[in-house]
């Protein structure tokens, strides 16, 4: 290589490395500020699973109750095309009874089981009275002004329509946030209703990264607004790390060095995106990695 080609090679890395770093650092120089329609510090996944029975309107009540900024929810859809709160399509765990959601109708649904084990949680167990499950329709009309994330747990377009319907007819593009880990579903709910802010899923997770750590991403578009990701190292607190393999503890150390960047978390938050991380039921707000709160 001549002279002359490696000078201008080393002035072309180095102006993309400087140029990324810039841009890194000050996003909005190249990409508008997301609009926040609403803040969420404090975030009752399933509603507050760890404190009264999951997805029931008592766990919802006494999440708002005590001061949550949103309720997260799970959603299905019945064989009579009714939107239901729930987390698990198939409802031998919460019910007891081995049926799917999908091949009842709405007035079919068994009831809770009257204790529920906590999924995300150790040794743990939530109970209450209210057993029923309820529809996506009354979550929204007994907490018209809560932000609501929806997590679309089955890739069903009809499920997708349905609640984009009920979003609108409630009037709560500015305060819902829905999604999936999964990419296609995410992708369903942008093309069915852009209105509503999206979360980031776990291709476009991976994918960020991938262009974090190449220098790429402040010079990509961003759509979605909700970055959530778990914190690998809560692992070894909520599971039994002395059951782990080294194998398997290295893995979480690799996946903490990987995904707490707070490099990333700065770049993103400038870029309007909330970020939230999570360990299933356990999830944090950040911003500049301070922790803010944190809810069963």
Known sequence: MSST??????STLGGYLVTSFLLLKYPTLLHQRKKQRFLSKHISHRGGAGENLENTMAAFQHAVTIGTDMLELDCHITKDEQVVVSHDENL?????VNVNISDLKYCELPPYLGKLDVTFQ???QCEGK??????????????????????????????????????????REHITVWGNANY?????????NSDIPILFSVQRVLLILGLFFTGLLPFVPIREQFFEIPMPSIIL???EPHKMSRSQKFLIWLSDILLMRKAL???????????HLSWW????????????????
């Open 5 to 10: 080609a490696a000078y201008y090679l080393l």
């Open 92 to 96: 031998k765990r919460s019910t007891g």
């Open 122 to 124: 150790r040794a743990c």
């Open 130 to 171: 209210d057993n029923r499950i309820p529809l996506l329709k009354e979550v929204f009309e007994a907490f018209p002004n809560t932000p609501i994330n929806i997590d679309i747990k089955v890739n069903n377009s009809v499920l997708i329509k349905k609640v984009s319907e009920l979003v609108k007819q409630y009037r």
């Open 184 to 192: 296609e579903i995410v992708g369903k709910c942008y093309k069915e």
């Open 237 to 239: 607190k909520l599971k």
């Open 265 to 275: 978390f700065d770049h993103l938050t400038a870029r309007g995106i909330q970020l």
């Open 281 to 296: 039921g356990k999830m944090l707000w950040k911003e500049s990695l301070e922790i803010i709160d944190v809810v069963t």
